[in-house]
């Protein structure tokens, strides 16, 4: 039967949750607070959520509640669903959403990523080792020359991806075509002299009315990617853009405004939903997310619940590929082996044009990282001079 089942994790005292079930159970589908005549209970029945699970030892005066909603109360698309499960209960005090599954005949009307992992690395050309992202910095205000240059040096020092930074909205002094038309040109460039292809992410940015038409001529003028601050817009955006034919881009979602709703301890969404299943079930080939251990972190458990539910199998939809970011350097990249292994993009702004040497000496002291650690090589005994640079300047595992 067609349902979902959402999981909430709310605080209270053993023997208070069945009567709290029940309670969601009714006020989100047929009930309210006042009792309706029998007649039309028994007619609204099938329309009444289900209590699926009650567990009073979810934790120190926290329980876990799941409740099931008939597929007939909602359109299968997320803004009804997400209303629907968690729409009025979200404004009632502390109940997080912790969890929520679909049903198979729900899932398969969701795109999930054009590419996954494995199309990306097809069109990165790399298989064996995590990707390597740079992002631009420090351009806001800055022209079109500007960013050509350092989009040159990021290229040059051997990183796979490039991706605007996420505050770089279309503007007079570097336009949205403009980036990507500048872009396509400097990485042929870079690619004829290195034979190594980069790709850039471009910011699709602009008013929701106009993504679809921005993001298709950006495909014309050769765009690689699309770098997309999902939670400005909705996840429904992000699954339309995907859904589109003549956009068929590579997606990268950005966590920008994601705390807003999931960073809460008991309110909001948890970070595994909202940086993780919904992503990849809407159709994101990327998912940025701040690692555990950078400059904006998250626990490590829950940047590893993210993880998996973007990799997991079985799964009705290709992965995404996880990217652990934010304040990372290369003296890090052991840590995010250990935890993501080679299935991940190490993804940094300062690591690389913060190096000594410049942008360049970032991304070659990124590759001598990911290099040594594929080898068991420890950092210290790399013999790389961007890498040693890079570790005298950032203490490994420290903070940059
Ligand atoms: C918070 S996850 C996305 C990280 C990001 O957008 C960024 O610009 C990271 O820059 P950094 O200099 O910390 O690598
Ligand atoms: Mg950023």
């Not at 590759?367 to 594929?374: G, N, T, W």
Request: with cysteine.
């Amino acid at each position: 039967m067609s349902e979902v089942i959402a999981t909430y994790r709310l605080p209270g005292a053993k023997g208070s949750f069945e009567k709290k079930a029940e309670g969601i159970a009714l006020g989100l589908t047929v009930g309210s607070w006042t009792d309706l005549p029998q007649l039309e209970q028994e007619q609204l029945l099938k329309f009444k959520g289900r209590v699926a699970s009650i567990n009073e030892e979810a934790g120190e005066g926290v329980g876990e509640i799941s409740i099931a909603y008939p597929g007939r109360n909602y359109s299968n698309d997320l803004p009804a669903i997400l209303t629907t499960v968690f729409g009025k209960l979200s404004l009632d005090g502390q109940v997080k959403l912790i969890n929520l599954e679909f049903s198979d005949d729900l899932n398969r009307h969701y795109p999930g990523p054009r590419y996954g992992i494995e199309g990306i690395r097809e069109l990165a050309g790399v298989k064996d080792r995590p990707l390597l992202m740079s992002i631009f910095k420090g351009v806001i205000g800055r022209d079109l020359a500007y960013m050509e240059d350092q989009l040159r040096a990021q290229a040059r020092g051997g990183v796979d991806l490039v991706k605007d930074d996420e505050i770089l909205f279309d503007n007079p002094l570097t336009p949205f075509y403009e980036r990507v038309k500048n872009g396509r040109r400097i990485l042929d460039e870079v690619q004829q002299e290195t034979g190594k292809r980069t790709l850039y992410a471009v910011n699709l940015t602009g008013r929701t009315s106009e993504l679809r038409e921005k993001a298709r001529r950006a495909r014309e003028l050769g765009a690689d990617a699309l770098l997309f601050n999902v939670f400005s817009y909705s996840l429904d955006v992000l699954q339309e853009l995907r859904e589109d034919e003549n956009i068929g881009l590579p997606l990268m979602a950005h966590p920008a405004f994601a705390g807003a709703v999931a960073q809460a301890p008991h309110h909001g969404v948890a970070y595994s939903l909202w940086l993780g299943k919904f992503l990849r079930m809407t159709g994101a080939d990327f998912s940025l997310f701040p690692s555990p251990y950078g400059s904006v972190a998250l626990e490590k458990d829950q940047v590893l619940a993210i993880s998996r539910e973007l990799t997991d199998e079985p799964s009705p939809f290709k992965k995404t590929f996880p990217v652990p970011s934010a304040g990372i350097h290369p003296g890090l990249v052991p840590h995010l082996m250990e935890d993501f292994g080679e299935g991940c993009v190490i993804n940094a702004g300062g690591g690389v044009h913060g190096h000594p040497g410049g942008a360049e000496s970032g991304g070659l002291a990124f590759r001598q990282a990911i290099e040594a650690v594929k080898a068991g090589i420890p950092l210290e005994e790399v013999q790389g001079e961007e890498l040693r640079v890079a570790l005298s300047l950032w203490s490994k595992g420290g903070k940059g």
